[in-house]
């Protein structure tokens, strides 16, 4: 299928949509006023260098966490507005692949993979297993139901955790570092399979990584970001193109000289640059 162009995502109804998000740990400001959206049927590609906020924004997009100001919708809903039972029947809508798998060693992987349905669902067991298999399918891996997690390699986990990500075919999919620890191949075979789910399934996908190659080679947009701060929103295309050289740096690995400043330096040190005025 041919990659839509960024018009044509523009055109699309929103399914996360952040406005002005501010987060803190303790004092210190983590998110710095993001704004950003996913589109129907996009895949937004999050990036940005370690400690630039990748990870607490996934959170909160997964809301999972709270913000300290700013507004954040998801699949239409006001995450602020919601009760707790709503939030609750929202995360149902939701799927999400860990990095590590995060599967129960305990269980095989057709019981891991059945666990949303046993939890969420009143299906009896032929159907939740006939649903697994379908699954399993998708991600390359039928016949593997009764093995245990111990039992696959690093690739087979990560499509097994993706299988129970879409069991109940989520409108939503989040990727926490996909390719980590993958070798070249299993990779790209990974990114093929988050294309596939894309096209055959309609899924909104978001993924957090760091792999240059993973990120232009399924990105409709990425976010870029800097220190709790965006840098950009733009296709992989316009991304490469960009004159910012915090950008350059990034893309291209690019050691940065810091300037010191003397009475920063000292703030550091006496501890004043940690504390932040909340809204």
Do not use: W
């Not at 997009?61 to 709270?66: D, G, I, T």
């Not at 609750?88 to 129960?104: N, S």
């Amino acid at each position: 299928m041919t990659k839509p162009t960024a018009e044509e995502i523009m055109k699309r109804d929103k399914v996360i949509d952040v406005e002005d998000l501010v987060t803190h740990y303790g004092e210190r400001m983590i998110l710095k006023g993001i704004s950003m959206d996913v589109r129907e049927g996009e895949i937004m590609v999050i990036m940005g260098g370690s400690g630039s906020g990748k990870s607490t924004l996934l959170r909160h997009l997964m809301s999972l966490e709270s913000a300290t100001s700013g507004k954040m919708s998801l699949l239409g809903k006001n995450i602020a507005d919601l009760s707790l039972k709503e939030t609750y029947d929202l995360r149902k809508k939701i799927g999400v692949a860990f990095q590590g798998g995060a599967l129960f060693s305990s269980m095989t992987v057709g019981e891991n993979i059945k666990l949303p349905l046993r939890e969420h669902t009143d299906l009896d067991e032929f159907t939740m297993d006939i649903m697994a298999r379908m699954k399993l399918e998708v991600v390359d891996l039928a016949g593997f139901e009764d093995l245990t997690p111990s039992e696959l390699s690093g690739g087979m986990l990560k499509r097994a955790a993706v299988a129970r990500a879409i069991i109940m075919d989520p409108k939503l999919l989040f990727f926490d570092e996909p390719s980590a620890g993958l070798d070249p191949v299993v990779a790209a075979q990974l990114d093929e399979l988050i294309l596939r789910l894309r096209d055959a399934m309609g899924m909104s996908i978001v993924v957090v990584t760091h792999e240059l190659d993973s990120a232009f080679r399924i990105a409709d947009r990425i976010t870029m970001l800097d220190q709790g701060n965006i840098l950009m929103v733009g296709t992989p295309e316009e991304m490469k193109a960009s004159d910012n050289s915090r950008i350059q740096n990034l893309l291209n690995r690019r050691i940065e000289e810091a300037e010191l400043d003397p009475d920063a330096y000292l703030r550091r040190l006496t501890g004043e640059d940690t504390k932040y005025e909340r809204p």
